[in-house]
């Protein structure tokens, strides 16, 4: 079973206090927001659209995969990349924004029977890994991290258990991608028993695990990036193309049906 599409009357936009920020890297950093509603209902999977500041410029709010939720609090890990990110990375703690939230679908921890979840990411995208491997964990789930950069620097593993790192030039862990290292480690992980993998990171990364996962039938549920401006279905800018049952393709607004996709209906 896929996961589950939004569910438009969860959604809330409220006025959030920025608790805490802080740097984790040259260009990372987690930011706390006292933000109550959108805790309440949260799932890993699921993102935010920030509307950054209060004026008009960056027009478009910016989304976030929800990185934890601890009480009232939820955490997002943001990369300095634009103006938008550097606004919002600089905001001084105390300080409110608005959060559209919990926005998507979330990751399928229930329809599938496994005893190890192993969760895949890339650079950014191990934003959302520390949720999933909390509440996998609390279902007595087995969870290993297998983290992929193209250097050291790139590597992000902010309080996750059991990391295996791999870097495209060897500076750190395994020497190749991340995929090349599951291919490694797939033997040793499949004598504890059925597996299932989680995935968010670069598009190229996110095909070549699929096709992987594909070919030896293993579940996987992948975490897709895109432009997305309401969040909602409205601008239709985060529309990308998926495979059908049939053979066929066919076109999916990613902030509704997505951002988690079963990995066999991504088209490679």
Do not use: W
Not at 9 to 29: E, G
Not at 226 to 248: H, L
């Amino acid at each position: 079973m896929s996961p589950v599409m939004l569910e438009i009357n969860s959604i809330v936009d409220v006025r959030a206090t920025i608790v805490q920020t802080r740097r984790i890297s040259s260009d990372v950093s987690i930011i706390t927001l006292n933000c109550p509603s959108v805790a309440a209902t949260a799932k890993p999977g699921s993102f935010v659209n920030v509307k950054v500041n209060t004026s008009t410029q960056p027009l478009l709010r910016r989304p976030f995969s929800i990185h934890n939720v601890q009480g009232n609090l939820i955490e997002i890990m943001v990369k300095t990349i634009g103006c938008g990110t550097a606004l919002f990375c600089d905001t001084q703690e105390g300080s409110t924004v608005m959060v559209l939230g919990p926005l998507g679908n979330c990751f399928n921890i229930i329809d599938h029977d496994f005893n190890t979840a192993i969760l895949v990411s890339g650079g950014i995208g191990t934003a959302p890994m520390l949720f999933l491997e909390r509440t996998l964990a609390a279902q007595g789930k087995k969870v290993i991290n297998l983290i992929g950069g193209r250097t050291k620097e790139d590597l992000l593993a902010q309080n996750l258990s059991d990391c295996r790192f791999s870097t495209d030039d060897g500076s750190m862990g395994f020497k190749g991608t991340v995929v090349d290292m599951l291919r490694n480690e797939l033997p040793d992980i499949e004598h504890d028993g059925t597996l299932k993998i989680f995935a968010c990171g670069p598009n190229p990364m996110l095909k070549a695990l699929a096709k992987f996962c594909n070919e030896r039938h293993i579940a996987c549920d992948l975490s897709l990036e895109s432009v997305m401006g309401c969040g909602i279905g409205i601008c239709y800018g985060c529309s990308v193309e998926i495979n059908t049952p049939d053979g066929g393709i066919r076109t999916i607004l990613l902030c509704r049906e997505g951002p988690v996709i079963d990995a066999k209906l991504l088209v490679v």
